[in-house]
């Protein structure tokens, strides 16, 4: 599902089945994704594993939003579809607080909700790590995408 042009693929499926995660998915790579759909049309799939729907895979848009909560506060919102109208849902409550990575372990976002019913899905929404991440280095300087052991 992540490489449907079998001329273009674009994911490689992990021999220990454990995607490494590494970097982040750019505004401009949102925008205008490097990887493309069985239509040969600029697509961006991605991945997540919830803690209620388990492992899904989407399509993302390039699409972005700002939401304004009644207290003034603004945020990004990164839009989501099913991966088909033939697949399960991508999202369903319960999956808050999951990473979306794309199929090159690239960190695109967390998801923040969904539109959907648990039987469809309309759109699930995320907050794209672009626009995170300077405000969660502005909290925490020490922050990083490469944690060690000690």
Known sequence: MMSPREDRPSFKYPEDRLLPLSGMITQEIMRTPETFDHNNERCLFVIKNGGF???????????????????????????????????????????????????????????????????????????PMWWLWPRIKGHFPNAHFNPTTI
């Open 53 to 127: 729907t388990g492992v899904t895979i989407g399509r993302a848009t390039g699409c972005e939003s700002l939401t304004n909560d009644q207290n003034g506060v603004v945020a990004k919102a990164w839009a989501i579809y099913n991966f088909n109208r033939k697949s399960d849902v991508f999202s369903d409550r319960g999956d808050s607080g999951s990473i979306i990575v794309d199929g090159f372990g690239r960190f695109g976002g967390l998801l923040t909700s969904t539109s959907g019913n648990g039987m469809t899905s309309e759109v699930t929404y995320a907050t």
